[in-house]
């Protein structure tokens, strides 16, 4: 069978870039029916664990223990990328706190490594192993309002979920755009969307943890300062569960423009011309705005948002870009949620391949061999390179100070992104892909993103982490001193 290459439309879905038809309660509903659903059967269901720890008293209230023959099993292990397919030995599917804690202890008893999933987003499966235990937290989606507009968050709240509980009260949290992402797994690792460069990074907003170790004990931050440090851009699957997240929420913009510029046909001299074009203009972006240069075959789609009123100053910033582009579609001063749900993207699982690129300072460090990139985009169908705006507030130096996220001081952010629709056709996206990461690599790009990871990258520890990398080693010692969580990539005993 042949692979699909995706239709622009398609792939501007698939990227978050897509169009109104993807309607969030479509979306919504679905993931929820069928949670209920397994909620409403395990619950009638004879108590599965009829041999708890002795010391923690729970039910099936708490925690239900699967394993492969169950019917359920299947849909409970399945992440967003259909490119992996593992296989736990046993699902913890979590209800509260308690029962993580009784997840952890039957782990320990039972001596296997553990993988933790709330929104099962991870670009290379990090959350869910084969042979080990998978706690998933699906269920722990429950949101608490605090003083001073801080919220509680649980794990597993998704994007779309807290964008529709937080927008008719007026708040926002800086988080990504993709509806059914985890907060659990973007806040753990960074996160960053079309607030940030106001607001910083998703993770910069937390202010509290309550995490589930690997002794089985529930951890406060408030009591363990440094272990909020390192959940803030560390802590996906690394030291422990968190099943509870503190934010400071902020006002909501009452309205977001956004304006899509499209160039087709590019040639190489075309390219260079538009992407010193767009970092030119990028280098003096107001904070309120964002930007991503989008390369998809020869087709190049530049976004740029602004959740100020729209002003024809902010547009004419972009003039130059504007009069070398095919097309021009602003939208302007939409309601926030409306045009939020445009970026949710597809909520049904995918095969792809998608990674951090490189985090630059500016274009000086990848212009001599930005013609190569080029060419081996548009000779690899279905290949995509983006670039998004960081900076900002997110450079802020208390930001620094108080997290383990390392890149404060690059404003740009590349990624790849390749989609298929049939596993045969993996192998040559695969090839592609590994080609221009290593043209990156081999020309000294080296911090990348940890929520975009890549299971090849060489030195992994200080391409995410940086210097913070022992700090965090450390932590995971205190907390994970016998490294139930682990994974590929994930921070190792010293
Ligand atoms: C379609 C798509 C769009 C995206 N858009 C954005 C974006 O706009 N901005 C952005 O910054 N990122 C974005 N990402 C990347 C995203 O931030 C990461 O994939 C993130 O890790 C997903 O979190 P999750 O909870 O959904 O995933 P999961 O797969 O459940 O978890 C991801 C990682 O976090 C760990 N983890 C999850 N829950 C917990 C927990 N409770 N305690 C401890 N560790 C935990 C897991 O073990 C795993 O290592 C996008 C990803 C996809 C697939």
Request: aromatic share 14%.
């Amino acid at each position: 069978m042949e692979s699909k290459n995706y239709s622009k439309r398609e792939f501007l879905k698939i990227a978050g870039l897509g169009s109104l038809s993807l309607i969030f309660w479509q979306c919504y509903d679905f993931k929820k029916e069928e949670e209920n659903e397994l909620l409403t059967e395990s619950d009638s269901e004879p108590k599965l664990n009829s041999n708890p720890e002795p010391k923690l008293e729970f039910t099936d209230k708490d925690v239900i223990f699967i394993t492969r023959n169950d019917e359920k099993y299947n849909t409970l292990r399945q992440g967003f990328n259909k490119r992996f397919d593992k296989f736990p030995k046993t699902i913890a599917l979590c209800l509260t706190t308690i029962g993580v804690q009784a997840a952890v202890q039957k782990a320990k008893t039972d001596k296997l490594k553990i993988s933790v999933k709330s929104g099962g987003h991870s670009f290379e499966a990090f959350s869910c192993g084969t042979d080990s235990m998978l706690i998933n937290l699906s269920q722990m989606n429950k949101t608490q309002w605090l003083e001073n507009d801080e919220v509680m968050l649980q794990p597993a709240c998704l994007l779309q979920e807290i964008y529709a509980e937080f927008l008719p009260k007026k708040r926002i949290i800086p988080a990504g755009s993709c509806g059914t992402v985890g907060i659990a797994g973007l806040a753990l690792g960074g996160g960053y969307g079309f607030f940030s460069r106001k607001y910083g990074l998703t993770c910069d907003n937390l202010t509290r943890i309550k995490m589930v170790d690997g002794n089985g004990n529930l951890i406060d931050s408030k009591e363990n300062p440094e272990l909020l440090w390192a959940c803030r851009g560390g802590g996906n699957g690394n030291f422990g569960v968190v099943t509870e997240m503190y934010f400071k929420t902020h006002s909501a913009p009452n309205s977001f423009s956004s304006y899509r510029l499209k160039y087709r046909n590019l040639n190489q001299e075309r390219f260079m011309q538009l992407i010193q074009a767009w970092f030119n203009f990028t280098g003096n972006l107001p904070q309120e705005a964002f930007s991503a240069f989008v390369l998809n075959g020869k087709t190049l789609t530049i976004l740029v948002t602004n959740f100020l009123n729209h002003n024809a100053t902010f547009e004419s910033s972009f003039d130059e870009l504007k009069n070398l582009s095919d097309e021009y579609k602003p939208t302007y001063n939409q309601p926030l949620a409306n045009a939020l749900k445009r970026y949710y993207g597809r909520k049904e699982p995918l095969f792809f391949k998608n990674a951090s690129a490189g985090l630059y300072k500016g274009i000086e460090e990848i212009q001599d061999f930005l013609p190569k990139v080029f060419e081996k985009v548009i000779s690899n169908s279905g290949m995509i390179y983006q670039i998004n705006t960081l900076g900002g507030n997110i450079q802020n130096s208390d930001f620094e100070k108080n997290s383990s996220y390392p890149h404060r001081e690059y404003p740009y952010l590349s990624e790849l992104q390749s989609y298929w629709d049939n596993a045969s056709a993996e192998n040559k996206f695969l090839t592609a892909f590994e080609e221009i990461q290593q043209l990156f690599h081999s020309k000294g790009i080296s911090a990348q993103y940890r929520n975009y990871p890549d299971i090849n990258f060489p030195n992994w520890e200080t391409a995410y982490y940086g210097n913070n990398y022992k700090k965090l080693q450390e932590i995971k010692s205190k907390f994970d001193p016998e490294d139930l969580f682990s994974f590929e990539q994930s921070v190792r005993l010293k």
